[in-house]
Every structure is written in structure tokens, then in C-alpha cells.
């Protein structure tokens, strides 16, 4: 079949401003309307042709992956992260890259991280007062910054962490301005998204250049202060020739831009939906109570599918492809819908509504939750990502009851890349065990 599947007629200047303002209530107006597979005009990307079937994205992912470019599909970020990003590359050089952060990304190196994640969730849950309102999505953005600058990046000196903790926040906070008009990206007189973000990028870049530098000359000197954080590993090059310094800020800058806030974004939402299912939140209890790491993961599982923090990743098709019917000409941009896999009214029975039991005791099919990607390109900080969450998880409830601010749902709403709770998830501390005052104190 010649053509593109159907999709919205608007003008592409309406269709971008409703994409931009609501992404997940588009797509899904999308979906029930054209069915899993339909095409977009946005500015920016020009026609882009989403696909949320499950035989559509493994494929795509997976079976065909040598046919798709995920890096072109990345282009826009590449003055973010660095044209050495693993997200900047394919073939044997993304394969190269992937490996280099392999291991200090998995297993054991993961877990020892868990002690410093403990002590920095703690330090932040000591700020929270009985019977105040809080945003968890500030707290978990100041909570997943630490995590990533101490535990990841490994870094310790006092006054770069004060100033990355300032710094951190602005630079992630990009103007879509930058992402989806090039034309932006100059400076208009000195003023200007464009230059205000240079100038955050050189500060952070320049503390990087310089973590590595001593970093680098510490480990000459005695190659046995080698840390487990994923900077140290990157400067031993144990699984290659050691990497430059430009490729290793461009692998921290790429884990800073896609771990930080997703993991924030994920536990504020996990939050907003248990604290709203009574069942739900007993049930999790339970598990961190008997460090039940099956349901708390279901729980984990059940956040990502219901509320996405991101709802697509790009693919641009090499040649020709064949797809239900269809036959896609080379260059043709696909957004590969994860976030509308997940929301499938035909995968998944009601599924705007919270159930644990979706992934226990007996878990979906693996083709309909994908919360990492999948392929060569699945997200190479998946397991990190849960550890962090588990581990932020279990230690705030073990400490703090919480209750919600207000009894209807927070919207989703977009904030650059991300799709945010509208407040923020709100919660009341009912109980703080770690503020609360002793019984001789009362």
C-alpha cells in the first residue's frame, strides 16, 4: 500500500501546539481514533508516523533494528549530550560505547551504590515537618541529582557539588524552544535561551573537565583508588582503550540528561498513584516491611506502565520498509510509542486504572511493557534505575507516612521532555519518624 497511514488533519502548527501542550492526551486521542499506527505533522520533525503495536515495535527495535537510525532520531540533543553520547551513535561504535558503561551500570557496582542512596533520601526525608505539605517531585529532583553526582559521577569535593547542585537543575531545564527550532540555537545580542543555556553548559563542563583531570592523576599515581562509580571505571578502561576526556564528559552529561529526571519524574508519579489506591499502599508496605522485592517492583512496574514520564523514542528508516500494509520509503520518521503501548485499551484491561496484580504474581507479556526500550538500544540504566527507586521507595516508607494533599488525581502536564504531575505530587507528612521528637522530648 502506497502512502501513509491516516491521522489528524489539522494544520501542522495546531497539531505541534497540541502535541507540545498535551503529548499524552494527543497520542491517545490519536489512538482511539486512526488505531496504533497513524501520522503527525510536528515543526521540527516534519512527518513523524507513530507505531504502539507490539509486533510493530519489536520489530522495529529489535528484528529490524539494522534498518533504523536511532541516532539521527537523536539529533536534536546532540548539543546536550556530545557527539561521543551513546545515544549519538550505531553499529559497532554505539556497541563500543555501550560496552565501556556496561559494567559499572549492573550488578555489583549497583549495589554499592545502595548505602550512599539511603543517606541521601534520609538527609532529605529530615527536612520534611509533621503536617506540612510537600512536593515530591522537588524533593526526588534534589534526591536523583545527589545520587547521580556522588554516587555515579563520584565526586566529593565540597564546593563542586554545592555548585553542580545549583547548577544541575538549570542545565536540564531546557527550553523546547532550543530542542525544536535549530534556528534558536544563536545568540540574539547575548540574550536568549540559547546563550543562557551556553553559559550553564560551560560551568558544568568545566567542573567535569576538571573532576576527570584529578580523577585521572589520582588513578596514575595508585591504581588501586579505583572507586565503583561509573567515572572511576570509565578512566580505568578495563574493557578498552581508555576513553578521552571529551568521551567520558559526553557518557556522564548522556546519564546526567536521561537518569536524573526520568528517575525523579517516576517516583513522584509512583507516589501520586499508590497514596490514591488504599490497597495498593498496604500492599507496599508490606513488601518493604518483609523487604519483598517481587511486589515492590510489580509496584515500580505498574507506575512506569500507567503513568510514562516520556511517551516515545525515534527511529528514522534506513530503506523501505514493510509494515502492516504499509510500505515506508527510506527516511521516514517513526516515534515509537512505548507510552501507547502501555495505555492500550486492547493490551491492557482498564488501563488508566493502578493494579499491582497486572505484574504479580503473574507478569504481561514481555512484547507489552517495554519501560526500557529494547534491542542493542534498551536503556542502559535500567537496572540502576530500579535500584534507585526501590531503594527510595522502601526508605521513605519506612520512615514517613504520607497522605494525599488533595483527593483528585493530579493531570499530566509536560515539562520539556518530561510529562509531570500538574503539582508536583503534593502529599502530606502525617508521620515523620526521623523529625518527630523523642518521648522525654515532648
Known sequence: MTGLPPGPRLPALLQTVLWAAAPARFGKVCLRRYGPLFTTRILGFGTVVYISTPDGIRRILRDDADNFDAAAANESIRFVVGEHSLLMSDGPAHTDRRRALMRPLHGENVAAYVEVMVSIVEQEVR????????????????????????????????????????????????????????????????????????????????????????????LAADPGRRGPDVLSHLLAGQDRVPATDREVRDHLVTLLAVGQETAATQLAWFFERVLRTPGALAQVRDAVRDEDWK???????????????????????????????????????????????????????????????????????????????????????????????????????????????????????????????RRGAEVVVVHNQLTAPSPGRR
Open 127 to 218: 527536612r520534611w515537618q509533621e503536617g506540612a505539605t510537600v512536593r515530591l517531585l522537588d524533593c526526588f529532583q534534589r534526591v536523583t541529582i545527589e545520587v547521580m553526582i556522588r554516587a555515579v559521577f563520584g565526586i566529593t569535593d565540597s564546593a563542586r557539588l554545592d555548585r553542580l547542585r545549583v547548577l544541575v537543575p538549570r542545565l536540564l531545564d531546557l527550553n523546547p524552544l532550543i530542542i525544536l527550532l535549530p534556528v534558536m540555537r544563536r545568540s540574539f545580542g547575548g540574550f536568549g535561551p540559547w546563550t543562557a543555556f551556553q553559559r550553564i553548559l560551560r560551568e558544568v563542563d568545566e567542573i567535569i573537565f576538571a573532576e576527570i583531570r584529578e580523577r585521572r592523576a589520582a
Open 295 to 421: 511486589v515492590l517492583d510489580a509496584a515500580i512496574h505498574e507506575s512506569i506502565r500507567v503513568r510514562p514520564t516520556t511517551l516515545d523514542i525515534g527511529r528514522i528508516a534506513l530503506g523501505p520498509w514493510e509494515s502492516d500494509g504499509y510500505v515506508f520509503p527510506a527516511g521516514t520518521m517513526f516515534a515509537v510509542s512505548l507510552g501507547l503501548l502501555h495505555l492500550s485499551e486492547d493490551l491492557h484491561e482498564d488501563p488508566e486504572t493502578y493494579s499491582i496484580e497486572r505484574f504479580h504474581p503473574v507478569e504481561p507479556p514481555s512484547a507489552h511493557f517495554l519501560p526500557f526500550g529494547g534491542g542493542n538500544h534498551r536503556c542502559l540504566g535500567a537496572s540502576l534505575a530500579i535500584v534507585e527507586m526501590r531503594t527510595v521507595i522502601s526508605t521513605i516508607l519506612r520512615h514517613v507516612r504520607l497522605g494525599v494533599r488533595r483527593a483528585a488525581p493530579e493531570r499530566v502536564v509536560p515539562k520539556g521532555p518530561m510529562l509531570v504531575p
